[in-house]
C-alpha cells in the first residue's frame, strides 16, 4: 500500500479492488433506504418536514461524526474505525424495523447518521491511500463507480420491493449488507498512518480535527450538495404528485450518469485542471434544477437525471480531488472528513430548509430556488479562485 511518484503506478492493486468492492456494498445499502425511507416516513404521518428531517438530521449527526472519525483514522488507524463506523450503522438500521415509531425513527436516523459518517470517511480515507498522486482524479473517479453503480440499482430495488414486501424485510437487508462488509473488514488489513515528528505534531494541533487546505473545495461541495439535498428528500413524492409511476428508473439513469463521467471528468482533471471539470458541470447542476422546475412527464425527470448525474460527477470527483490529493498520509483522514463535512453539511441543510420550502410552495417551485444554491457554488468557487491561485492549479 506504498506510493511511488511514477506516473506508470499501478491503479488496479489488490487492495484498491477490495476497498472499491466494500464501498460498493456499504452504498447498495445506503441507497436503498434513500427513497424508501421518505416514503415509510409518509406513511407513518409525517409532513414534508418531517420527511425533510429524516434526511437533515441524518446528515447533520454525519457531520458532526466527521471531524473526530478523521482525528481517530489519523491516529489510531483504518481498520478499528471502520469498524466501529459499521456496526453502528447496521444496528441503527436494524433498529427502523423494531420500532416504527415516528420520533423513535428520527432518533435512529441520528444514530444512523454517525454510523455513516464514520465508515464512509473511513472507507474513502483508505481508498486514498490506495491511491497514487499521478492518478489520483482518475483514481477517485473509479473508486466512486462503486456508488454510482450502487446509485443505479438500489433505490430501484427498495422502491421495487417495498411494492411487494414490507418495509421490516427491507431494513433487513439493508443491515445485512453492513453486516457482510464488518465481516469482511474484520479479517482484512490496511495501512496504519504514518507517525508525524513532535515538531509537525505541534504545529497541527490547532487543525487536527479538520484540514485546512482542504476547506476551500469543501465550501463549494456545500452549495452543490445542498440541491443534492433536495432531489434525494423530494424527487419521489414529487413524481407521485405529478402522477408518474417508475420513478426508481431516474435514480438509476442519475447512476449511470455518474459512473460515465467521474472516471471521465477525474481523468480531464488530471490532465488539464479543475476549470475544465467544474465549471462545466456547475453549469449542467444549474440546467438540471430549472428543468425539474417545469418537469411534468417521465421522460423529464430522466432528462434531468441524465444531466445532474453528469454534473455531479464532474463536480464531485474533482472537488474531492483537490481536497485529499495532496495532503500527507498522516493527515488523509482529517481531509476526508472536511471534505465530506461540507458534502454532508449541504446534504442537511438543502434538506430542511427546501423541505420548508416544500411545505409553503411546492415541490416545483422550491426546485427552481435550487438552481440558486448552483449559482452560489459557482460564486464561491470563482472568488476563490482568484484569491488563491493554487485553488486551481495545485492538482496539475
Not at 122 to 127: K, L
Not at 152 to 176: C, D, E, H, M, R
Not at 304 to 324: E, L
Not at 366 to 378: D, E, H, P, Q, T
Amino acid at each position: 500500500m506504498h506510493e511511488k511518484s511514477n506516473n506508470n503506478i499501478q491503479l488496479w492493486t489488490k487492495n484498491f479492488i477490495i476497498i472499491t468492492l466494500l464501498n460498493f456494498l456499504i452504498f447498495f445499502s445506503f441507497q436503498m433506504l434513500q427513497p424508501t425511507l421518505p416514503i415509510y416516513v409518509k406513511e407513518l404521518g409525517g409532513t414534508d418536514s418531517v420527511v425533510g428531517l429524516v434526511t437533515g438530521i441524518f446528515t447533520v449527526s454525519a457531520l458532526i461524526a466527521r471531524p473526530f472519525a478523521g482525528k481517530t483514522l489519523d491516529k489510531i488507524g483504518r481498520k478499528p474505525v471502520f469498524i466501529i463506523g459499521l456496526a453502528i450503522f447496521a444496528a441503527s438500521v436494524l433498529a427502523y424495523s423494531w420500532l416504527p415509531i415516528i420520533g423513535l425513527i428520527l432518533f435512529f436516523r441520528l444514530i444512523h447518521g454517525f454510523g455513516w459518517g464514520i465508515s464512509n470517511t473511513a472507507v474513502n480515507t483508505i481508498a486514498s491511500d490506495n491511491i497514487p498522486k499521478s492518478r489520483f482524479g482518475e483514481g477517485m473517479g473509479y473508486f466512486s463507480l462503486a456508488s454510482s453503480l450502487a446509485m443505479a440499482i438500489a433505490p430501484a430495488v427498495g422502491l421495487s420491493y417495498i411494492t411487494k414486501y414490507s418495509f421490516s424485510n427491507l431494513f433487513l437487508i439493508a443491515s445485512a449488507l453492513i453486516i457482510t462488509v464488518l465481516l469482511l473488514v474484520a479479517f482484512s488489513e490496511y495501512t496504519k498512518p504514518k507517525k508525524t515528528s513532535e515538531a509537525t505534531a505541534k504545529t497541527s494541533t490547532k487543525d487536527s480535527l479538520y484540514e485546512k487546505s482542504s476547506i476551500r473545495p469543501s465550501i463549494v461541495i456545500f452549495f452543490v450538495c445542498t440541491t443534492y439535498g433536495a432531489v434525494v428528500s423530494f424527487i419521489s413524492l414529487y413524481a407521485t404528485e405529478k402522477g408518474i409511476e417508475n420513478i426508481g428508473l431516474f435514480f438509476t439513469v442519475y447512476a449511470v450518469s455518474l459512473l460515465v463521467s467521474r472516471p471521465v471528468f477525474g481523468h480531464i482533471n488530471d490532465r488539464f485542471g479543475p476549470d475544465f471539470s467544474v465549471i462545466p458541470g456547475l453549469i449542467m447542476l444549474f440546467i438540471a434544477m430549472l428543468l425539474l422546475w417545469q418537469a411534468s412527464v417521465l421522460i423529464m425527470f430522466l432528462l434531468v437525471g441524465c444531466i445532474y448525474g453528469i454534473g455531479f460527477g464532474a463536480v464531485q470527483a474533482t472537488i474531492q480531488t483537490m481536497a485529499v490529493a495532496h495532503v500527507p498520509t498522516q493527515r488523509r483522514g482529517a481531509a476526508n472528513a472536511t471534505f465530506f463535512t461540507g458534502f454532508d453539511s449541504g446534504i442537511g441543510f438543502g434538506s430542511i430548509i427546501f423541505g420548508m420550502i416544500a411545505s409553503a410552495l411546492g415541490y416545483s417551485n422550491m426546485y427552481m430556488l435550487a438552481s440558486a444554491a448552483i449559482v452560489i457554488a459557482f460564486i464561491f468557487y470563482v472568488l476563490l479562485a482568484k484569491k488563491s491561485k493554487s485553488f486551481t492549479t495545485d492538482i496539475k
